[in-house]
T-cell receptor, first 113, second 114 residues
Framework: AQSVTQLGSHVSVSEGALVLLRCNYS??????LFWYVQYPNQGLQLLLK??????LVKGINGFEAEFKKSETSFHLTKPSAHMSDAAEYFC???????????FGTGTKLQVIP | DTAVSQTPKYLVTQMGNDKSIKCEQN?????MYWYKQDSKKFLKIMFS???????INETVPNRFSPKSPDKAHLNLHINSLELGDSAVYFC?????????????FGEGSRLTVL
C-alpha cells in the first residue's frame, strides 16, 4: 500500500531563512503526491501536487517540491520563510487503488522573527 | 460561498450521548469523506462515499454511522460517545481520485467528550 513518511514533527526556521520539510514515499511510484497546509483552527488546503508531468512542482505562496525517484522523496521547500507560513504541513499520497488519500503525520513549521 | 461546509463547528457533550455532524458540498463532486484528526494532528480516513454508495469503511467502531442522502451531503452520527472520540472531524470531497487526486476540506468540527 502507498504511504508517506514525514521526517521531523517540528521544524523551526528564522524569518527569511530557507524552509525544508521532508517527505518520503513508499517504494512503488505513486500516481499522485501532495503537500497540504493547515493553518490553526482551519481545514487543510492544497499547496501543490505531483502528477508525473514535471518533477519540480510549484505551488501557492512560493512553495515548491521536487519529486526524486532515486531517493523516493518529495521534499517541500521555500527560499525565504515568512511569519504567515507558520502552520502544520502534511504530505499525502493517493492510495488504495485510487480509493483514498493517505496523509503523513504532519510537520509543524514555526517561524521565528 | 463555502465549498465544503460542516455543522456544527464545535460540540461539547457528555460520555454516552449521541451526536451528529452534517456536511454539505457545492462543488458537484461525486465522492465525500470523513477524516478524524486526533490531538497529535494525525489524520485518518474513516469513511468515503461515492454517489451515495459506501466505498471505504476503515475499521471504525459500529458506534459511528455515516449517511449520505445524496451526493452533496454526508452526515456522521456517533452513538454512545466515549472520551476517545474527542477529536476534530473533517469532511472532504473530491472528483474521481484517478483524475485529480485533490481533496477539498471543510473547516472541521471539534468534538469534546467530557
Amino acid at each position: 500500500a502507498q504511504s508517506v513518511t514525514q521526517l521531523g514533527s517540528h521544524v523551526s526556521v528564522s524569518e527569511g531563512a530557507l524552509v525544508l520539510l521532508r517527505c518520503n514515499y513508499s517504494s512503488s511510484v505513486p500516481p499522485y503526491l501532495f503537500w497540504y497546509v493547515q493553518y490553526p483552527n482551519q481545514g487543510l488546503q492544497l499547496l501543490l501536487k505531483y502528477t508525473s508531468a514535471a518533477t519540480l512542482v510549484k505551488g501557492i505562496n512560493g512553495f515548491e517540491a521536487e519529486f526524486k525517484k532515486s531517493e523516493t522523496s518529495f521534499h517541500l521547500t521555500k527560499p525565504s520563510a515568512h511569519m504567515s507560513d507558520a502552520a502544520e504541513y502534511f504530505c499525502a499520497v493517493v492510495s488504495g487503488g485510487y480509493q483514498k488519500v493517505t496523509f503523513g503525520t504532519g510537520t509543524k513549521l514555526q517561524v521565528i522573527p | 460561498d463555502t465549498a465544503v461546509s460542516q455543522t456544527p463547528k464545535y460540540l461539547v457533550t457528555q460520555m454516552g450521548n449521541d451526536k451528529s455532524i452534517k456536511c454539505e458540498q457545492n462543488l458537484g463532486h461525486d465522492t465525500m469523506y470523513w477524516y478524524k484528526q486526533d490531538s497529535k494532528k494525525f489524520l485518518k480516513i474513516m469513511f468515503s462515499y461515492n454517489n451515495k454508495e459506501l466505498i471505504i469503511n476503515e475499521t471504525v467502531p459500529n458506534r459511528f454511522s455515516p449517511k449520505s442522502p445524496d451526493k452533496a451531503h454526508l452526515n456522521l452520527h456517533i452513538n454512545s460517545l466515549e472520551l476517545g472520540d474527542s477529536a476534530v472531524y473533517f469532511c472532504a470531497s473530491s472528483q474521481e481520485l484517478r483524475d485529480t487526486g485533490e481533496l477539498f476540506f471543510g473547516e472541521g468540527s471539534r468534538l469534546t467528550v467530557l
